[in-house]
């Protein structure tokens, strides 16, 4: 059986089972925005967008974006511009890893 805890994104209490991060209502909500966000780049002409501007045209925000391609339910293959910030530096976009070339090497 799960133990309550609160969740990380909206604070309610909930009880965890194993593989859940966040409560139910946040996993739903987390869910409708891959969806807007998957029904965005799936059309042609939105193929080359980078996340700042899916972010901008999905309102979900460009940390939930990166969540979902390092997930693997994003393909940056498919979307060659659809590269994300270092978690360093904030500044340089990389499409692996958490770290840019430059962060690495601090």
Same mark, same amino acid.
Request: glycine letters at 6%; one cysteine or more.
């Given at each position: 059986?799960?133990?309550?805890? $609160?969740?990380?994104?909206?604070?309610? %209490?909930? @009880?965890?089972?194993?593989?859940?991060?966040?409560?139910?209502?946040?996993?739903?909500e987390?869910?409708?925005?891959?969806?807007?966000?998957y029904?965005?780049?799936?059309?042609?002409? $939105?193929?080359?967008?980078?996340?700042?501007? %899916?972010?901008?045209?999905?309102g @979900?925000? %460009?940390?939930? #974006?990166?969540?979902? #391609?390092?997930?693997?339910? #994003?393909? #940056?293959?498919?979307?060659? $511009?659809?590269?994300?910030?270092?978690?360093?530096?904030?500044?340089?976009?990389i499409?692996?890893?958490?770290?840019?070339?430059?962060?690495?090497?601090?």
């Amino acid at each position: 059986m799960g133990e309550l805890d $609160n969740c990380p994104r909206c604070g309610r %209490v909930f @009880v965890r089972l194993p593989g859940q991060k966040v409560c139910p209502a946040c996993a739903a909500e987390i869910e409708a925005e891959f969806e807007r966000v998957y029904a965005f780049i799936r059309k042609k002409e $939105n193929r080359q967008a980078t996340i700042y501007e %899916v972010s901008d045209k999905t309102g @979900v925000s %460009v940390r939930q #974006i990166t969540e979902f #391609i390092r997930e693997g339910r #994003i393909r #940056i293959a498919d979307h060659p $511009n659809l590269a994300y910030p270092c978690e360093r530096c904030g500044k340089a976009l990389i499409t692996e890893g958490r770290f840019c070339p430059s962060c690495k090497k601090e």
